[in-house]
């Protein structure tokens, strides 16, 4: 990522004193004294995701009726989430934190892909940083509003959520994770912000498939688990190109995952000069390839060269698009130093809303350098023996 020029300011001062017989003497000069850089306003620009518009609304899976006495396992697209974003922390050796207030974003299931949703301010001083940080509260703002299926959230529900429409529609519930509060973007390379100039800082928001609920043997829906958040923040200092959105589940919708098979689901974040990171969501019939808690992600970025972040962790993973169109990336080994590696992963990029492609994975503990530069857009790795395959589709960008 390209950094901004650094010129911090140095203070030396001299002065000249009268002494006794009208003899003039210059004063020691005074120890050089550093200013405190002026902190610098930024913006931070929160953008819709993936739109449900585009997605294969018309081939969404036909839905079995739940099956007595049985739990069916669903995963939700919510209609809409909202999420108050507290604070921007940029790390490094000297971090620096801005507090922001009245920035409460909201994701929208049909508003078009990359539509600004807010724009909130922040500051940021000169100085070099190897990551970013955000952090926002863990109670979030849900709404659920699925007829087809029975869905509603309800906020005089014991569960949050009713199969019939509550009176007045569903309405915003509090969803509280119990973990998470913040997304940290680590940089390729340091990032050196001068003192005439901030990054400009884009978000995007992805919520397709990010809620698990369930219905009990007589139909009573609830949520299933809270230690996901309903809606995943993807920071960028080097502009926004496009998104993608693959499910084996050929929709964006809701979707039942006990009576239909568990889907492949994987998000792909482009900036202006290609994949810049991306996120496995759901590793259906891709288990072996992942770690038990069965979620992956990489960025356009080798290890050896990007900043070690705090905690050890630092951008890595080699995502890139290659000249035969084909994305490929390395999942490392759940730390965040990319000391060691679960996987090796490649598939073709699809073109157009429906394309299948197959996904081909290698579960591996080391895996090979890009040909040339940080990214496998060099080459993607050769897998002549995978551990899996799965096909997927693009179903929304």
Not at 324 to 343: F, K
Request: hydrophobic letters at 40%.
């Amino acid at each position: 990522m390209r950094g901004f020029g650094l010129a911090l300011a140095a203070l030396a001062v001299a002065i000249t004193i009268g002494a006794c017989g009208g003899e003039k003497k210059e004063a020691a000069p005074t120890p050089t004294a550093t200013l405190t850089p002026t902190p610098l306003p930024a913006t931070a620009h929160f953008l819709n995701g993936p739109s449900s518009i585009s997605s294969l609304a018309a081939f969404a899976p036909v839905q079995p009726a739940a099956l007595g006495g049985v739990d069916v396992n669903w995963l939700l697209t919510p209609d809409k989430v909202r999420a108050a974003i507290t604070r921007v922390v940029f790390e490094g050796t000297t971090p620096w934190s801005s507090v922001i207030s009245g920035c409460t974003v909201e994701y929208d299931r049909v508003a078009p892909a990359l539509q600004e949703q807010l724009a909130c301010a922040f500051d940021v001083a000169p100085g070099t940083y190897t990551g970013l940080r955000l952090e926002f509260s863990t109670t979030y703002q849900v709404l659920v509003n699925d007829a087809a299926n029975g869905f509603y959230t309800d906020p005089a529900s014991a569960t949050k959520m009713s199969a019939t429409a509550p009176i007045g529609g569903a309405a915003f519930v509090d969803f509280t994770t119990s973990g998470g509060g913040n997304q940290t973007l680590y940089f390729q390379d340091a990032l050196v912000v001068g003192t005439g100039s901030a990054p400009s800082l884009s978000v995007v928001m992805h919520a397709l498939h990010s809620l698990h609920a369930k219905k009990d043997g007589v139909g009573i829906p609830s949520f299933r688990y809270f230690d996901y958040a309903p809606v995943t923040l993807f920071p960028s200092i080097s502009g926004v190109g496009r998104t993608a959105f693959y499910s084996s589940s050929l929709t964006t919708l809701n979707i039942d995952v006990t009576n239909n098979p568990a889907p492949a689901e994987l998000f792909f974040f482009y900036d202006s000069s290609g994949p810049n990171s991306m996120q496995v969501t759901y590793t259906g019939g891709l288990e072996t390839c992942f770690l038990p808690n069965g979620m992956g992600s990489a960025n356009a970025a080798d290890p050896a060269q990007s900043p070690v972040g705090n905690g050890g962790n630092r951008a890595g993973g080699y995502l890139g698009l290659d000249a035969t169109d084909t994305l490929c990336w390395a999942h490392g080994g759940g730390d965040g130093s990319y000391s060691s590696y679960v996987s090796l992963i490649r598939m073709p990029q699809a073109v157009n809303i429906g394309d299948a492609v197959t996904i081909t994975c290698l579960a591996a503990s080391t895996v090979p350098p890009p040909i040339s530069g940080a990214t496998y857009s060099s080459g993607c790795p050769v897998i002549s023996t995978p551990t899996a395959t799965r096909t997927t589709n693009l179903v929304a960008d």
